[in-house]
């Protein structure tokens, strides 16, 4: 059965910051994995989605990274900014079939101090 | 439509009765999930639908639990006799074919009384 760590669950940092947040799955047979933010009380907003050929994905400050035989993937947020501050999930896919179930981290919440 | 719509945002019953969640998919998309988050960031897959056709219900409590995706009309999750462990927040996410991104709706809270 596939667990997905997010350790630690909560982190503060002071805006500007670079940050590293870590995601962890004990199953190395994944499909693709997918980094999502939820914001309090609301639904998940996608961030990046890497597939388990790639490497890393970009967008903006963001950059998620995936290193498949270990288990692990990072998210990379640059310069970090009050508005950055949420929960931060990571996802996984089994390798399946290309639509089945995601299997979530319990993510990590992060508040950015200005 | 361009974003995955659920509605109601709040649903309250009483223990014992019937509740009824709707999601719209985003137009396109032929894959449809159901995510139960019980606790703070604990997500729990429920069902998925290949258009109509039920793709993975392995999540799914079938003695209470059931769900459709019926053509030209919303997908729905319904619940009998609701217990006070069903309080939770129901996510539906769509997606295009071939492991693209699944996009998810904001969310129905259900709180059973």
């Known amino acids: 059965k596939q667990e997905v760590t997010q350790i630690p669950a909560a982190l503060s940092v002071p805006e500007g910051e670079n940050l590293v947040l870590n995601c962890s799955f004990t199953d190395s047979a994944i499909y693709n994995l997918q980094w999502f933010r939820q914001d309090p009380g609301k639904g998940l907003t996608s961030l990046l989605l890497?597939?388990?050929?790639?490497r890393e994905q970009t967008s903006g400050r963001l950059n998620a990274s995936l290193d498949k035989s270990s288990g692990r993937s990072t998210l990379y947020i640059a310069a970090s900014q009050p508005g950055d501050s949420a929960t931060y999930l990571c996802?996984?896919?089994?390798?399946?079939?290309?639509?089945?179930?995601?299997?979530f981290g319990k993510g990590i919440t992060l508040s950015v101090r200005p | 439509g361009e974003e995955v719509a659920q509605t109601p945002k709040h649903l309250v019953r009483g223990e014992g009765q019937k509740a009824k969640l709707y999601c719209a998919p985003i137009?396109?998309?032929?894959?449809v999930f159901w995510y139960q988050q019980v606790l703070k960031n604990e997500f729990k897959f429920l069902i998925s639908?290949?258009?109509?056709?039920?793709?993975?219900e392995t999540g799914m409590p079938k003695e209470r639990f059931s769900a459709k995706c019926l053509p030209n009309s919303p997908c729905s999750l319904e619940i009998q006799a609701t217990k006070l462990e069903d309080s939770a927040v129901y996510f539906c996410?769509?997606?295009?074919?071939?492991?693209?991104?699944?996009?998810f709706g904001p969310g129905t809270r259900l709180t059973v009384l």
């Open positions: 996802a996984v896919r089994p390798d399946t079939g290309a639509n089945s179930k995601l299997t």
């Open positions: 639908f290949q258009n109509e056709n039920v793709f993975d």
């Open positions: 890497i597939q388990s050929s790639q």
């Open positions: 996410a769509s997606s295009q074919s071939s492991g693209l991104t699944q996009y």
């Open positions: 137009k396109g998309h032929s894959y």
